[in-house]
């Protein structure tokens, strides 16, 4: 079992920053591929940004490229995403996931754990 903890969501203005972190405990950190997907109400839960434990090769979704950053710190147990120039779009529950395969992947199946998630309201 591998347990996940986010923090960081809030509210923030519009242009604004935040940074999400997830904890995770119980298995090998390090051995899992971290992903974040976020579900914003009445939409489909969307892949995010993951970063692969094989390499810390990254992917992103299209509404993250160019303004959100992942990162992880395998001796903290923790992933991280960095997310600047907010919009008002960006708002959703953020989850934080873990996947036992070394590829990053979009689609939520593949992930095994997952997080109970954070909000993040962007006001404009």
């Known amino acids: 079992q591998v347990q996940l903890v986010e923090s960081g969501g809030g509210l923030v203005q519009a242009g604004g920053s935040l940074r999400l972190s997830c904890a995770a405990s119980?298995?090998?950190?390090?051995?899992?591929?971290m992903a974040w997907f976020r579900q914003a109400p009445g939409k489909e839960r969307e892949f995010v940004s993951g970063i692969s434990c094989r390499d810390d090769s990254t992917r992103y979704g299209d509404s993250a490229k160019g303004r959100f950053t992942i990162a992880r710190d395998n001796s903290k147990n923790t992933v991280y995403l960095q997310m600047n120039s907010l919009k008002f779009e960006d708002t959703a529950v953020y989850f934080c996931?873990?996947?036992?395969?070394?590829?990053?992947?979009?689609?939520?199946?593949?992930?095994?754990?997952w997080g109970q998630g954070t909000q993040v309201t962007v006001f404009s």
């Open positions: 119980g298995r090998t950190f390090s051995d899992y591929t």
């Open positions: 996931a873990a996947d036992p395969a070394m590829g990053v992947h979009t689609e939520r199946d593949w992930y095994e754990y």
